[in-house]
Structure formats: C-alpha cells, structure tokens
T-cell receptor, first 117, second 107 residues
Framework: NAGVMQNPRHLVRRRGQEARLRCSPM?????VYWYRQLPEEGLKFMVY????????ESGMPKERFSAEFPKEGPSILRIQQVVRGDSAAYFC???????????????FGEGSRLTVL | GQNIDQPTEMTATEGAIVQINCTYQ??????LFWYQQHAGEAPTFLSY????GLEEKGRFSSFLSRSKGYSYLLLKELQMKDSASYLC????????FGAGTTVTVRA
C-alpha cells in the first residue's frame, strides 16, 4: 500500500507527557500537511511542510506544538506537556510538488487518535 | 481569514437525492474540493471544481459559482453506505475545510 502512512493509530498519554505522531507521505509526494479534528468538528489546518522546511505554521498553537519533515524519514508532529484539550484525531495529508498540473488535492492518512487522560 | 459554511446535518431516504450547499469567503481561491469522511476514517476525495459549472461523476455531482462564493454537492440515488460526513474545502494553496455536513440515509 503506497498511501499516506500514519502511526501510531491510537495513542494514550497522561497530562504532562509528550506525544509524537509520525507520517510518511505517499511515494513521490514532497508536501506534507497536518490537520487536527475534534469530535463533531471539521479539519483544522495546523502546518504545511516540505522537506526540511516549514512553509506555513499559521495553524499551530504557539506553545508546546512543533513539526518537522527531515530530509530522511517521516514527518513528526510533536506535542509537549499534553493537556486534555489536545485529545483529538490528527490527520496527515500529502500532495505532489506544485506546478505539475496538480489541482491541490490532498491524500489523507488514517489519522492518529490521541487521548489525554 | 477563511469562512466556509455548510449545514451541520441532513437526513434523506434511500434512493432519494440530497443537495449539500457550501458558501465560502476566502482570501484566495484555486479551486474547491468535496471530500467524504466515514466515522473514524480518513477523508477521501470526491470532486474538484475550479471553473464555474457542474462536474458530474456517477451518482455525485458538484457545482461551483465563483462570483457567488457558492458550491453544492448533489448525491443521487442515495444508498445506505452514503451515510457519512461531507466536507467542503477551498484551496488557497492549502486546503481550508468547512465543519462538514453529516448525512444520514434512512431505509
């Protein structure tokens, strides 16, 4: 399966711990996006990355949240000192490089569901 | 900022037609997408409009009016498996999503 791969699918953390969510984009895709979805709500944009670059982090909370997409390996969304309000589904999506006749369609992973106790 | 509005819920009978409206006010526009999301699953692509008019794809059609900031998704011959959330998203170099419309199909 060459789709967007996210892990873990489910993660439980206690308040104050750290959560690390990983995302491997589809083969050939160089753009990665992270979205957060609260129960009964839509997808909220968090951050847009290319390899080794953060392009847009306007949706990221100012504290405790960080994201990276290194030259080698998956993209990581890191949440430090988690609080109960961080409980949500975190979706990663990828797209090919722009300017190649691409519409901007995003291909989503299955999501990582974080529960903070 | 981005403002994308769609109804919260809709209910319809199997075999019927349902139209989900979406209005948007965004700082940029490079196309509008509709995604389907079943509970607990990933959103999956349904349709894309960048020019005014209707795009038809089997039982699903999507319409766009850029001057009105308006789109709709039309679901025909509804099946039970169409019960899901339908997300309207505007592309202004990243996708901004509406809150989604939960469609319930009843027998």
């Amino acid at each position: 399966n060459a789709g967007v791969m996210q892990n873990p699918r489910h993660l439980v953390r206690r308040r104050g711990q750290e959560a690390r969510l990983r995302c491997s984009p589809m083969k050939g895709h160089s753009h990665v996006y992270w979205y957060r979805q609260l129960p009964e709500e839509g997808l909220k944009f968090m951050v847009y990355l290319q390899k080794e670059n953060i392009i847009d982090e306007s949706g990221m909370p100012k504290e405790r949240f960080s994201a990276e997409f290194p030259k080698e390996g998956p993209s990581i969304l890191r949440i430090q000192q988690v609080v109960r309000g961080d409980s949500a589904a975190y979706f990663c999506a990828s797209s090919p490089q722009r300017g190649q006749g691409h519409t901007g369609e995003l291909f989503f992973g299955e999501g990582s569901r974080l529960t903070v106790l | 900022g981005q403002n994308i509005d769609q109804p919260t819920e809709m209910t319809a009978t199997e075999g019927a037609i349902v139209q989900i409206n979406c209005t948007y006010q965004t700082s940029g526009f490079n196309g509008l997408f509709w995604y389907q999301q079943h509970a607990g699953e990933a959103p999956t692509f349904l349709s894309y409009n960048v020019l005014d008019g209707l795009e038809e794809k089997g039982r699903f059609s999507s319409f766009l009016s850029r001057s009105k900031g308006y789109s709709y998704l039309l679901l025909k011959e509804l099946q039970m498996k169409d019960s899901a959330s339908y997300l309207c998203a505007v592309n202004d170099y990243k996708l901004s999503f509406g809150a989604g419309t939960t469609v319930t199909v009843r027998a």
